[in-house]
């Protein structure tokens, strides 16, 4: 009898998490131990994650809890939702590392509530990444924001607690004034929520009937931050800058566009976006969300605003990509999940670096300092470099895949776009680079105290993840290729 | 299960089982008045609310899968005597009363004892049951005038509970002047039209009625009586616009009073326009299938909207609750409205959730107002942090009223926008989704009074002494039934498809 199967491995994607967090509470006296409860649930997390990536091929399933007739909180293992869940998890060892040295750096209090609610919210992406239908999706898709809001709340000031009002009533607002009605409108004309290869609806839903769908999903998921749905995510900077790494730049914001890419990829399937009368128009709101959030961070002087616009910029490509439902536009918004998560983690875990060592939130008040901190700037330049787009960065390849897309729809403009972007990040992200290289270096005495190693090291190794991930894209590309129904290997 | 659970009671007790349910708080009744104190009559309360919750259970197993009790009260046989008719669709709202009224009755100790004078508690319980006997008669009779009659012994009882809550507050009495005079009205109303019904039919008995009204759909007699029956239970159940005594009667009446009325006198008073609607009058009759689009559905989600815009306005936090009450019917009224066994369904579901959450926010309101004698939405700031365990169950009902997943709120939600789907109603689809926005404005702003300002001086200074158990342990049931109810979603669903299979059973045709 063999006690382990993939099925099982599936819920312990769920399970570990929450024992985890189960174990930070009840070491909540003992802080090493408690980090250790963390740490060790990370790494069995992302073993685990690992061994259901070489699954997935046999796309195991699994239901959890039977609600009622036709209603199943459900697992399905497949090739878009490994990839989430393996970007979160593995992401998720590195940035318990950081929070290590950021909250103890800064003193934070209540590390205790802190770590628990990043367990479950970790728990919770693992739900929307191996959810088998859109029910099971909206559930963990709902706990993640609810888990994620005493993290934004956390400092429990006003300003914090003003941002975490507005980040939940956005997030909580769109999921059930758009995104609830839009499910249970699936249920309806399909008769059940699965997500199914070539799309749930194809064939089931008239063109217009997907338009409106098409409405409802892309604004009722909130944590795609499609423009004008973004402004939970700057306000949501007021939180600890680990909680800004992993939920704002990987696991919530992406759990965002995950979902809304596994909607188009199994709910609608690429014909039937295609041929909704609405998906030229959300396609043009992605770009037109894309340039005008990058313009917005050129302005921004706080760090951490300027790589939350960053982030609404970023979030779009993916929006875009399945708006432009092509196979490779598909594969580029895909990429764009990984490529952007590490890149954008590195960043964010450099801005709470230089915080913790120098207090300093303005990019105006750095020049300079990458002399007094070399590590920490020169992994900042690496993710910035991977978030552009530049070759040799892990980043190019999704820009690459997209802006292809676009040109084979003949849509010039929407290319263009792109490459405005492009610009745009090299004009908001290169200048702290160059000037804290560059410029005459501060007095010494500007570094309060050095930032503690494991909030230097966790980006840098992130920022080697980026360029590494510049030759691992040939494996990724021929994981994701059967979804897409690309035929095999390579950059095309 | 069931049949073990049966088998515990003799035979002759089991037949006697619906008259039992309406004997046991009136007699209880008459017991309390002439009891001392208030803690043998809550004693009392006690005995005879678990008498009613274990009845209630058999009745419900008793017909299960579709059975029909038939019981001749005092042995004449109907339609000339009076009876009582349990099927699918009162079992449940049986169920409910039974339950919600023992967890009540365990809530109300402490509460009573520190909201109303130790010399009147014996009559307050007293009065408590006489309106607990109204409400089970209500949904027991199968008799359209007894039916009036029970309605006004509970409403009369109710009166009186709401006005005892003028000595926290003097606009107590104002609250219940005006309930008495609408009730009133509401009482006339229905039984004028039950009078219109039996000039009609020359039958009294529900079921006798609803055979003979198959042939006279024609009828101007009827069809008048059918629009003095909706006005009179509609406002009774506080359909919008019919609504303007239930946010003061909430408002002011003592804590237990509300959880209880909230969860289930105008539940009860729903399951009356449900058994008329449906049973008594046909949904084929076209007089009532035009009611439906055009009065039920237009009045809900009128309701659904105009009523939680105002909760929105509020700032004594049982008073946006009480509005809540009127916006969350609306759902209820529109699953009528509906129409179809899936909308009925969804309406007998959302009545069975609603008491789950209001029953657990009202109290969780009444140990704020023991511990801090707090309502206004501004004082209970910072009350997550001076009694967590009470602002937590508070925040998971609150939850299920916007209808966030894990709670049963989004199983009502769910079903509801199912059936109008079915039905092609997009536009209520559309209302549902304001109204949940508009709900989750205004739990939002209590939670976030509660969660997120901090505490004022004297709160941290009077948190030392604890919150009794009795008060704790009722509401953390229906908060944790919230969440239960999600996960095994099954049970409940059931009884609401089967209460809408009994209401859509009708006369034949």
Same mark, same amino acid.
């Given at each position: 009898?063999?006690?382990?199967?993939?099925?099982?491995?599936?819920?312990?994607?769920?399970?570990?998490?929450?024992?985890?967090?189960?174990?930070?509470?009840?070491?909540?006296?003992?802080?090493?131990?408690?980090?250790?409860?963390?740490?060790?649930?990370?790494?069995?997390?992302?073993?685990?994650?690992?061994?259901?990536?070489?699954?997935?091929?046999?796309?195991?399933?699994?239901?959890?809890?039977?609600?009622?007739?036709?209603?199943?909180?459900?697992?399905?293992?497949?090739?878009?939702?490994?990839?989430f869940?393996?970007?979160?998890?593995?992401?998720?060892?590195?940035?318990?590392?950081?929070?290590?040295?950021?909250?103890?750096?800064?003193?934070e209090?209540?590390?205790?509530?802190?770590?628990?609610?990043?367990?479950?919210?970790?728990?919770?992406?693992?739900?929307?990444?191996?959810?088998?239908?859109?029910?099971?999706?909206?559930?963990?898709?709902?706990?993640?924001?609810?888990?994620?809001?005493?993290?934004?709340?956390?400092?429990?000031?006003?300003?914090?607690?003003?941002?975490?009002?507005?980040?939940?009533?956005?997030?909580?607002?769109?999921?059930?004034?758009?995104?609830?009605?839009?499910?249970?409108?699936?249920?309806?004309?399909?008769g059940?929520?699965?997500?199914?290869?070539?799309?749930?609806?194809?064939?089931?839903?008239?063109?217009?009937?997907?338009?409106?769908?098409?409405?409802?999903?892309?604004?009722?998921?909130?944590?795609?931050?499609?423009?004008?749905?973004?402004p939970?995510?700057?306000?949501?900077?007021v939180?600890?800058?680990?909680?800004?790494a992993?939920?704002?730049?990987?696991?919530?914001?992406?759990?965002?566009?995950?979902?809304?890419?596994?909607?188009?990829?199994?709910?609608?399937?690429?014909?039937?976006?295609?041929?909704?009368?609405?998906?030229?128009?959300?396609?043009?709101?992605?770009?037109?969300?894309?340039?005008?959030?990058? &313009?917005?961070?050129?302005?921004?002087?706080?760090?951490?605003?300027?790589?939350?616009?960053?982030?609404?910029?970023?979030?779009?490509?993916?929006?875009?990509?399945?708006?432009?439902?092509s196979?490779?536009?598909?594969?580029?918004?895909?990429?764009?999940?990984?490529?952007?998560?590490?890149?954008?983690?590195?960043?964010?875990?450099c801005?709470?670096?230089?915080?913790?060592?120098?207090?300093?939130?303005?990019?105006?008040?750095?020049?300079g300092?990458?002399?007094?901190?070399?590590?920490?700037?020169?992994?900042?330049?690496?993710?910035?470099?991977?978030?552009?787009g530049?070759?040799?960065?892990?980043?190019?390849?999704?820009?690459?895949?997209?802006?292809?897309?676009?040109?084979?729809?003949?849509?010039l403009?929407?290319?263009?776009?792109?490459?405005?972007?492009?610009?745009?990040?090299v004009?908001?992200?290169?200048?702290?680079v160059?000037?804290?290289?560059?410029?005459?270096?501060p007095?010494?005495?500007?570094?309060?105290?050095?930032?503690?190693?494991?909030?230097?090291?966790?980006?840098?190794?992130?920022?080697?993840?980026a360029?590494?991930?510049?030759?691992? &894209?040939?494996p990724?590309?021929?994981?994701?290729?059967?979804?897409?129904?690309l035929?095999?290997?390579?950059?095309? | 299960?069931?049949?073990?659970?049966?088998?515990?009671?003799?035979?002759?007790?089991?037949?006697?089982?619906?008259?039992?349910?309406?004997?046991?708080?009136?007699?209880?009744?008459?017991?309390?008045?002439?009891?001392?104190?208030?803690?043998?009559?809550?004693?009392?309360?006690?005995?005879?609310?678990?008498?009613?919750?274990?009845?209630?259970?058999?009745?419900?197993?008793?017909?299960?899968g579709?059975?029909?009790?038939?019981?001749?009260?005092?042995?004449?046989?109907?339609?000339l005597?009076?009876?009582?008719?349990?099927d699918?669709?009162?079992?449940?709202?049986?169920?409910?009363?039974?339950?919600?009224?023992l967890?009540?009755?365990?809530?109300?100790?402490?509460?009573?004892?520190?909201?109303?004078?130790?010399?009147?508690?014996?009559?307050?319980?007293?009065?408590?049951? &006489?309106?607990?006997?109204?409400?089970?008669?209500?949904?027991?009779?199968?008799?359209?005038?007894?039916?009036?009659?029970?309605?006004?012994?509970?409403?009369?009882?109710?009166?009186?509970?709401?006005?005892?809550?003028?000595?926290?507050?003097?606009?107590?009495?104002?609250a219940?002047?005006?309930?008495?005079?609408?009730?009133?009205?509401?009482?006339?109303f229905?039984?004028?039209?039950?009078?219109?019904?039996?000039?009609?039919?020359?039958?009294?008995?529900?079921?006798?009625?609803?055979?003979?009204?198959?042939?006279?759909?024609?009828?101007?007699?009827?069809?008048?009586?059918?629009?003095?029956?909706?006005?009179?239970?509609?406002?009774?159940?506080a359909?919008f616009?019919?609504? &303007?005594?239930l946010?003061?009667?909430?408002?002011?009446a003592?804590?237990?009073?509300?959880?209880?009325?909230?969860?289930?006198?105008?539940?009860?008073?729903f399951?009356?326009?449900?058994?008329?609607?449906?049973?008594?009058?046909?949904?084929?009759?076209?007089?009532?299938?035009a009611?439906?689009?055009?009065?039920?559905?237009?009045?809900?989600v009128?309701?659904?909207?105009?009523?939680?815009?105002?909760a929105?306005?509020?700032?004594?936090?049982?008073?946006?609750?009480?509005?809540?009450?009127?916006?969350?019917?609306?759902?209820?009224?529109?699953?009528?409205?509906?129409?179809?066994?899936?909308?009925?369904?969804?309406?007998?579901?959302?009545?069975?959730?609603?008491?789950?959450m209001?029953?657990?926010l009202?109290?969780?309101?009444?140990?704020?107002?023991?511990?801090?004698?707090?309502?206004?939405?501004n004082?209970?700031?910072?009350?997550?942090?001076?009694?967590p365990?009470?602002?937590?169950?508070?925040?998971?009902?609150?939850?299920?009223?916007v209808?966030?997943?894990?709670?049963?709120?989004f199983?009502?939600?769910?079903?509801?926008?199912s059936?109008?789907?079915?039905?092609?109603?997009?536009?209520?689809?559309?209302?549902?989704?304001?109204?949940?926005l508009?709900?989750?404005?205004?739990?939002?702003?209590?939670?976030?009074?509660?969660?997120?300002?901090?505490?004022?001086?004297?709160?941290?200074?009077?948190?030392?002494?604890?919150?009794?158990?009795?008060?704790?342990?009722?509401?953390?049931?229906?908060?944790?039934?919230?969440?239960?109810?999600?996960?095994?979603?099954?049970?409940?669903?059931?009884?609401?498809?089967g209460?809408?299979e009994?209401a859509?059973?009708?006369?034949?045709?």
């Amino acid at each position: 009898m063999t006690v382990w199967s993939v099925e099982l491995a599936l819920v312990a994607a769920l399970v570990i998490p929450l024992l985890g967090g189960a174990g930070v509470v009840a070491l909540g006296r003992h802080p090493n131990l408690r980090e250790a409860a963390t740490l060790t649930a990370a790494v069995l997390l992302a073993i685990n994650v690992a061994y259901l990536v070489g699954a997935a091929e046999a796309r195991p399933e699994i239901t959890l809890v039977h609600i009622a007739p036709g209603l199943d909180l459900a697992f399905r293992l497949e090739p878009l939702g490994a990839l989430f869940a393996a970007v979160a998890s593995g992401l998720w060892i590195v940035n318990s590392l950081y929070s290590i040295g950021y909250m103890r750096g800064n003193e934070e209090k209540n590390q205790t509530r802190f770590y628990l609610c990043f367990t479950i919210a970790i728990a919770s992406a693992m739900g929307i990444a191996l959810s088998a239908n859109l029910l099971s999706m909206f559930v963990f898709y709902e706990a993640l924001t609810l888990s994620t809001y005493p993290l934004v709340a956390h400092k429990g000031d006003a300003r914090a607690r003003r941002g975490a009002a507005i980040y939940l009533a956005i997030l909580l607002g769109t999921s059930i004034g758009l995104l609830l009605p839009a499910i249970i409108a699936v249920q309806f004309i399909a008769g059940s929520t699965e997500f199914v290869a070539g799309g749930l609806l194809a064939g089931a839903a008239s063109p217009l009937a997907a338009g409106v769908l098409l409405v409802l999903f892309a604004f009722g998921i909130g944590k795609a931050a499609l423009m004008p749905i973004h402004p939970w995510l700057p306000h949501a900077m007021v939180a600890p800058t680990p909680v800004s790494a992993l939920l704002h730049a990987v696991a919530v914001v992406k759990a965002g566009v995950f979902a809304m890419l596994k909607v188009g990829t199994y709910i609608f399937g690429p014909d039937l976006i295609a041929a909704a009368p609405t998906s030229g128009a959300l396609a043009w709101i992605a770009a037109l969300s894309i340039v005008a959030a990058s &313009v917005i961070a050129l302005t921004k002087d706080n760090l951490k605003a300027r790589l939350a616009f960053s982030t609404v910029s970023q979030l779009s490509y993916v929006t875009l990509g399945v708006m432009l439902a092509s196979p490779i536009a598909l594969l580029g918004g895909a990429l764009q999940i990984v490529m952007h998560a590490w890149g954008k983690i590195t960043l964010f875990m450099c801005a709470g670096g230089i915080y913790t060592a120098t207090k300093k939130t303005e990019v105006s008040q750095m020049r300079g300092l990458g002399r007094l901190m070399p590590w920490t700037f020169a992994a900042f330049g690496i993710g910035a470099a991977s978030v552009i787009g530049l070759p040799f960065f892990g980043g190019m390849w999704p820009k690459l895949f997209l802006t292809e897309g676009a040109l084979d729809a003949g849509k010039l403009i929407l290319a263009g776009a792109l490459i405005a972007s492009s610009i745009l990040n090299v004009a908001y992200l290169m200048p702290l680079v160059g000037r804290g290289f560059f410029d005459r270096a501060p007095p010494a005495k500007e570094i309060r105290k050095p930032a503690p190693v494991l909030a230097v090291l966790p980006p840098v190794i992130t920022a080697i993840g980026a360029l590494l991930l510049f030759f691992l &894209v040939g494996p990724i590309v021929d994981f994701l290729s059967p979804v897409f129904g690309l035929e095999g290997g390579g950059a095309p | 299960m069931i049949e073990a659970f049966l088998a515990l009671f003799p035979a002759a007790v089991l037949a006697q089982a619906p008259a039992i349910m309406v004997a046991a708080p009136m007699l209880g009744a008459a017991l309390a008045t002439v009891l001392p104190g208030g803690r043998p009559a809550w004693v009392v309360a006690l005995f005879c609310s678990l008498i009613t919750a274990v009845f209630a259970f058999v009745l419900l197993f008793q017909t299960w899968g579709g059975e029909v009790i038939s019981y001749a009260m005092g042995g004449w046989a109907p339609p000339l005597g009076i009876e009582f008719r349990i099927d699918g669709l009162n079992a449940p709202v049986l169920l409910l009363l039974g339950v919600l009224s023992l967890l009540g009755v365990i809530f109300a100790l402490p509460s009573v004892a520190d909201e109303i004078a130790p010399r009147k508690q014996s009559l307050f319980y007293a009065t408590f049951l &006489v309106c607990l006997t109204g409400l089970i008669g209500v949904t027991s009779t199968g008799d359209a005038f007894n039916m009036f009659v029970f309605l006004e012994i509970s409403s009369i009882a109710t009166y009186i509970l709401v006005a005892m809550g003028a000595e926290q507050d003097r606009r107590a009495l104002t609250a219940s002047f005006n309930y008495l005079v609408l009730g009133t009205i509401g009482a006339t109303f229905f039984v004028i039209g039950v009078g219109f019904l039996y000039m009609a039919t020359g039958t009294l008995n529900m079921h006798d009625m609803a055979l003979r009204l198959v042939e006279l759909d024609d009828n101007r007699v009827v069809q008048v009586a059918f629009a003095f029956v909706i006005v009179g239970l509609g406002l009774k159940a506080a359909m919008f616009p019919l609504h &303007v005594w239930l946010p003061n009667a909430y408002s002011f009446a003592p804590s237990f009073v509300t959880a209880f009325l909230a969860s289930t006198a105008t539940k009860v008073a729903f399951y009356t326009l449900i058994r008329f609607i449906f049973d008594v009058f046909s949904v084929e009759a076209p007089f009532v299938s035009a009611a439906f689009v055009w009065v039920i559905a237009a009045l809900g989600v009128i309701g659904m909207i105009a009523a939680s815009v105002q909760a929105n306005f509020q700032t004594d936090a049982r008073r946006l609750l009480a509005f809540s009450s009127v916006g969350q019917l609306g759902y209820m009224l529109l699953g009528l409205g509906i129409g179809t066994a899936a909308g009925v369904t969804a309406g007998v579901l959302h009545l069975l959730n609603h008491a789950l959450m209001k029953g657990a926010l009202f109290m969780a309101l009444g140990v704020f107002a023991i511990r801090y004698g707090v309502r206004s939405i501004n004082d209970l700031r910072g009350l997550g942090r001076t009694m967590p365990a009470t602002a937590s169950a508070f925040s998971v009902a609150g939850l299920s009223l916007v209808g966030i997943p894990m709670t049963v709120g989004f199983v009502s939600k769910w079903y509801l926008v199912s059936a109008a789907l079915d039905r092609g109603w997009w536009w209520a689809v559309a209302a549902i989704a304001v109204s949940s926005l508009l709900a989750l404005g205004y739990v939002g702003r209590l939670l976030a009074s509660i969660w997120l300002q901090s505490p004022p001086e004297r709160a941290l200074m009077a948190a030392k002494d604890r919150i009794p158990v009795m008060m704790l342990a009722p509401m953390w049931v229906l908060a944790i039934a919230n969440v239960w109810f999600f996960f095994d979603a099954t049970p409940i669903v059931e009884l609401a498809r089967g209460a809408a299979e009994a209401a859509l059973a009708g006369a034949p045709r």
